[in-house]
T-cell receptor
Framework: GAVVSQHPSRVICKSGTSVKIECRSL??????MFWYRQFPKQSLMLMAT?????????EQGVEKDKFLINHASLTLSTLTVTSAHPEDSSFYIC?????????????FGNGTRLTVT | SQQGEEDPQALSIQEGENATMNCSYK?????LQWYRQNSGRGLVHLIL?????REKHSGRLRVTLDTSKKSSSLLITASRAADTASYFC???????????FGTGTQLKVEL
């Protein structure tokens, strides 16, 4: 089945530094990937839609300069949290579909637990 | 985007019992999907039901969809301790290619 690999699984960084999270589709090509954020015991909130070869589409309230998304190839999207602050601490999850179409499921990475100290 | 609501928020049952969780959404949809999330992990797709379908089965899972009430239910029969997880419904009601997730139900199945 379709596999999405996300790395790293955990990261601890100091306030003010930047952190890059990678999301790879291992056995399929993903023209679109989705980045979600999840707080403890809460649901997933869509942050942005990452489009291969073009700019990401950010959801309302998400700072595009804070959360930089790059989708340079059909199998890799990256999310960079710039100048991280403690309030950015969260669980970040990427996902992708292995084929186009609204009636298709999302395949998720295992998430990245970010802790900003 | 608005999230759907799920109830109950938390459910604790004994192994072997059935678990039912419900999901409501706000606008028209093309399909509704259910996902499972083990603690600290990504989500796993369980089942998708299209807007023109009323019921769907997959193994011990049974999903219903009532578009007139904008609601869906997920039934897990003969539950096992390994079913302990959070369960989320998701719809395309945000439009386009993206999914909007419900608030989730935390299921605990005790031995």
């Amino acid at each position: 089945g379709a596999v999405v690999s996300q790395h790293p699984s955990r990261v601890i960084c100091k306030s003010g530094t930047s952190v890059k999270i990678e999301c790879r589709s291992l056995d399929f090509q993903a023209t679109t990937m989705f980045w979600y954020r999840q707080f403890p015991k809460q649901s997933l909130m869509l942050m942005a839609t990452s489009n291969e070869g073009s700019k990401a589409t950010y959801e309302q309230g998400v700072e595009k300069d804070k959360f930089l998304i790059n989708h340079a190839s059909l199998t890799l999207s990256t999310l960079t949290v710039t100048s991280a602050h403690p309030e950015d601490s969260s669980f970040y999850i990427c996902s992708a579909r292995d084929y186009l179409g609204i009636n298709s499921p999302l395949h998720f990475g295992n998430g990245t637990r970010l802790t900003v100290t | 985007s608005q999230q759907g609501e799920e109830d109950p928020q938390a459910l604790s049952i004994q192994e072997g019992e059935n678990a039912t969780m419900n999901c409501s959404y706000k606008t028209s949809i093309n399909n509704l999907q259910w996902y499972r999330q083990n603690s600290g992990r990504g989500l796993v797709h369980l089942i998708l039901i299209r807007s023109n379908e009323r019921e769907k089965h997959s193994g011990r899972l049974r999903v219903t969809l009532d578009t007139s009430k904008k609601s869906s239910s997920l039934l897990i029969t003969a539950s096992r301790a390994a079913d302990t997880a959070s369960y989320f419904c998701a719809t395309d009601e945000g439009g386009g290619n993206k999914l909007t997730f419900g608030t989730g139900t935390q299921l605990k199945v005790e031995l």
